[in-house]
């Protein structure tokens, strides 16, 4: 039966992918997917202990094979060698080539059962050898970032940051502005609602006690802190645990910001 549904498999990226020959090594072993390039032709290689891993099945199989595709065509960022990165190729297989194969309703039937198959063979990899190369992770990224890069192919997202994609944009500290009962905050992206209004995420020195966080009604970008500061004295505000909705937390070298108290006792709109 493996050797039914790989042969099928590959009767269906032929026809999207000509330029490449297709092969099942089925006495190979070692479960892996290879891409390599000799005497001029490119070779996508699938081994037979893949093809007849217990939880594997037909869709699986497919973006695992989908993979070796995207080692070719993928996007970047590419390994010093010229080949697609392993995330990005991961991400390729999932957000592009899935999309392809698969149309309408039988892209979700098809492309959800795949990532739970492919994860549930990454799980069995031991953390021992589960955690990548730091020092590349293009070609070696950890198997948790390589689950990211499926994901987020599925749903539409970016190349994680983790597998060589752009990094996520954090949340700076653009200023603080005294107002009568407290001190207006100014970000550079939006922090999600339910940390934004949470007291214990602003600290101040001198301490004061934060007496309520309120979002700006027409930019959500600001937010106003209600606290009894003494007038005419200098504070320096520090924000924590904020993130925003691209998942970004708070930039470190961005993360304070000083301001002179104002007097009265109105409270932020």
């Known amino acids: 039966m493996p050797k039914s549904e790989i042969d099928n498999i590959f009767h269906i990226l032929r026809g999207f992918y000509p330029e490449f020959d297709y092969y099942l090594d089925w006495y190979r072993m070692e479960p892996n997917v290879y891409a390599f390039e000799e ?52 991400y390729f297989a999932f957000g592009v ?87 207006a905050l100014t970000f550079t992206y939006a922090p999600v609602a339910n940390e934004a209004v949470n007291v214990a995420n602003y600290a101040t020195d ?17 937010v106003h802190l209600e606290a009894d500061f003494t007038a005419g004295e200098s504070y320096k505000v520090t924000v924590s645990n904020l993130h925003n909705i691209f998942g970004g937390g708070v930039d470190p070298k961005a993360n304070s910001a000083t301001f002179t108290a104002e007097g009265g006792d109105a409270k932020p709109a």
């Open 206 to 222: 001198p301490t004061v006690g934060i007496k309520a966080a309120v979002i700006d009604k027409t930019q959500n970008f600001i």
């Open 39 to 90: 005497y001029g032709q490119k070779f996508v290689v699938v081994s037979g202990g893949l093809a007849r891993m217990i939880g594997l099945s037909y869709e699986g199989l497919m973006m695992a094979v989908a993979h070796g595709v995207s080692r070719f065509i993928g996007l970047p960022p590419t390994t010093p060698t010229g080949w697609v990165g392993t995330g990005a190729a991961d």
């Open 97 to 183: 080539i899935s999309r392809g194969i698969w149309y309408g309703n039988s892209w979700i039937n098809s492309a959800m059962p795949a990532f739970t198959q492919i994860k549930s063979i990454m799980d069995l990899i031991s953390p021992a050898n589960a955690g990548g190369d730091p020092n590349d992770p293009v070609e070696y990224p950890s198997i948790a970032c390589r689950v990211s890069a499926m994901s987020s192919g599925l749903a539409g997202g970016a190349l994680p940051e983790c597998c060589g994609g752009p990094p996520v944009p954090l949340i700076g500290l653009l200023s603080a502005a005294a107002e009568p009962g407290g001190v």
